[in-house]
């Protein structure tokens, strides 16, 4: 139902695809704050999927877009770091190079798209 809300929103575009997975990236944050993570399996197991065999852009997008949303959202609210037990090799990588790029690491943040 939250989506359904979401996307009957008069502002709703749905061309804007960041957003769109900054809204997604609020609901998984508000899911783990409720303890709620029973579909966290399933979720993270497309997140893998869409960072092995998508192009760069879907790459990019779930990296940004996705995974740091999260860590941005989760901000004031959890530890982020909650999430890490349901990521997959991949995503673990990205989200790691997103740590340490926000820690300063050039290197790290070159790294994201690869």
């Given at each position: 139902r939250p989506w359904q809300d979401y996307v009957s929103e008069?502002?709703?575009d749905e061309d804007l695809l960041y957003v769109h997975l900054g809204r997604f990236a609020?609901?998984?944050?508000?899911?783990m704050e409720r303890g709620t993570v029973s579909e966290f399996e399933?979720?993270?197991?497309?997140?893998?999927?869409?960072?092995?065999d998508g192009d760069i852009h879907v790459r990019r997008a779930i990296t940004v877009g996705l995974l740091e949303g999260i860590?941005?959202?989760s901000g004031g609210k959890i530890d982020?770091?909650?999430f890490v037990p349901y990521l997959k090799p991949?995503?673990?990588?990205?989200?790691q190079l997103l740590?340490?790029?926000?820690?300063?690491?050039?290197d790290a943040a070159r790294r994201l798209d690869t």
């Amino acid at each position: 139902r939250p989506w359904q809300d979401y996307v009957s929103e008069p502002i709703y575009d749905e061309d804007l695809l960041y957003v769109h997975l900054g809204r997604f990236a609020t609901h998984l944050v508000d899911l783990m704050e409720r303890g709620t993570v029973s579909e966290f399996e399933a979720v993270f197991g497309v997140v893998e999927r869409l960072l092995v065999d998508g192009d760069i852009h879907v790459r990019r997008a779930i990296t940004v877009g996705l995974l740091e949303g999260i860590q941005n959202v989760s901000g004031g609210k959890i530890d982020p770091e909650r999430f890490v037990p349901y990521l997959k090799p991949e995503s673990a990588r990205k989200w790691q190079l997103l740590n340490d790029a926000w820690n300063g690491d050039i290197d790290a943040a070159r790294r994201l798209d690869t």
